[in-house]
């Protein structure tokens, strides 16, 4: 069935490609065409057609003898026995046979051989009914018949190069006779009828040679083109693979055993708290995670109050819940990035001095959720890769269809096919980071073990606030604030950056201000519900 379809879409396309004469002036009147085929038991095709033509110009009409077919091939037609009535004329003129219909009712009668061919357990008739008249078809009708009474799945089609439709009308009839019929061909169109019979009904008379052209096909273009989706396949394997390797060392360099950070570094004299590569707090989420987090938000807040660009106060109401405001302190300079001005932004908008966060929670902290840049650590080649596998597949699959209805070879479209999916699934399988990410990343792990193991007492008295307050950010930012904070003992009393309520220590409110910009960052309905501060005295934990 698969090659009888290819042979129906070949057979069309020859449309256009077989020349007709139409008239010179004036659109020639519609003429009529009944056609009787009688295949006989030794496979010939004893061919009738009788054509009725308004008076005016004669109509002609061509047949093709060689046709291309599917595997490179191409089927050939003998035609013998040409006899002509009523004025009409029909020779062979190289690989087509020509008819010339004069005024009147007149008919041609000859033999085909190839029309019949061999498949497994039938055989396929096919017959071109007309390649193309120079004036409109009426009406074409017909009959065919043959020797068995149970010919199957008869098609009558036509249609020009691309397009293949059902004729009017095509039925079985008694004693395995076949009608078919069609009403308002165009000039210049393409009829084809073909049928199924039982394997040994007649002889088959196919001929098939393989097809030369100068586009360079035949068996040796089926073998480039073979070579062609191997060399796909085991380009899209190789990348693949790759890939996978590439993720494989991301995930351990991550994950794996890492030498602890240095957290301190003095530079002329002063010590100070150093990060990976410079990574800030709200970093840390697209670094690791691939994409921004609510605890990244909180982060940024924190570390712009240590580095004294906000103050953060505790304040709580008549009724015991503790409120938190955020105020502006020293002007925002150069050595504030653009995510760190877009929370400043988001949470104190035009210039705002102040805001209290439950009034944030209210939904009055604007778009919060923006990732901090992390271009010199994504992977720009995952992305350019995604882009290319996905437009080849679009590309192979596009060629794909329009070869498999014309009846050409898919190979080629294969090949791209395969291609783009290896580079799609490879883009896939790529790491987020590029490979200096991964090794930030790592680093990241690495700061993140230190300061949930580090013992403050090992470290200098003069040295212990700056660790603490710079290091709270990146704490929060890797999930571990409470953990920070109980190595050091809930951290000192007071912060020049951060004042409690009353007595309350700084443990006691740091990670609830961290849920609140949390779920602040998350969302409203994320938002935890404000806390009762303790009664004088007593201690948060």
Known sequence: MRSRTALLAALLLVALCTPFAPAAHAAPAPITVALDLDLQDDGTLAVSTTTTVPEGSPAIGVIPLAVPVEGNRTQ?????????????????????????????????????????????????????????????????????????????????????????????????????????????????????????????????????????????????????????????????????????????????????????????????????????????????????????????????????????????????????????????????????????????EAILPNDRKSVSVAELARGGAGAVGTAAAVDEWRCERRIMLRRIGFGLLAIGALAAVGTALAGGPVLWATAVLILGAGVAVAATLLPARNRSGTRVAAALTAMRIQLATLDPDGIEPSSRPVLFQRGLSYAHALGDLRIWLRRWGGGPKATDWYRPAGDRPLAAGLPVLAALLDGIAAGPESTPAPTAAPKPGRRAH
């Open 76 to 344: 050939h037609f003998a035609i013998s026995d040409i006899e002509t009535e009523g004025g009409a004329q029909a020779d062979i003129d190289g690989d087509q046979l020509r008819i010339v219909a004069p005024a009147g009712t007149t008919t041609v009668r000859y033999r085909v051989r190839g029309t019949v061919a061999d498949s497994p357990g039938l055989q396929q008739f096919t017959w071109i009914l007309t390649a193309g008249w120079s004036a409109p078809v009426a009406a074409l009708t017909g009959t065919f018949s043959s020797p068995t009474p149970r010919p199957d799945s008869p098609i009558c089609a036509y249609g020009q190069i691309g397009v293949r439709r059902l004729c009017t009308m095509t039925q079985t009839q008694g004693g395995g006779a076949v009608s078919f019929e069609h009403r308002h061909l165009e000039a210049g169109m393409v009829a084809v009828f073909s049928v199924l019979l039982p394997a040994g009904t007649v002889t088959a008379t196919a001929q098939f040679t393989d097809t030369v052209t100068t586009a360079g096909g035949g068996p040796a273009a089926d073998r480039a083109a073979s070579w062609a989706v191997l060399a796909a396949t085991l380009l899209g394997l190789g990348l693949t693979a790759a890939a996978a390797l590439r993720r494989r060392t991301d995930r351990a360099a991550v994950t794996g055993a890492v030498a602890p950070a240095e957290l301190l570094a003095a530079h002329d004299g002063v010590v100070d708290f150093v990060s990976p590569d410079g990574v800030l707090p709200g970093q840390v989420g697209a670094l690791l995670a691939g994409h921004a987090r609510p605890a990244d938000f909180g982060a940024t807040v924190f570390d712009l109050a240590v580095r004294n660009y906000l103050w953060i106060t505790e304040a709580p109401d008549r009724s015991g819940a503790v409120d938190f405001h955020i105020a502006r302190r020293a002007p925002l300079d150069g050595a504030i990035t653009d995510h760190e001005r877009a929370v400043v």
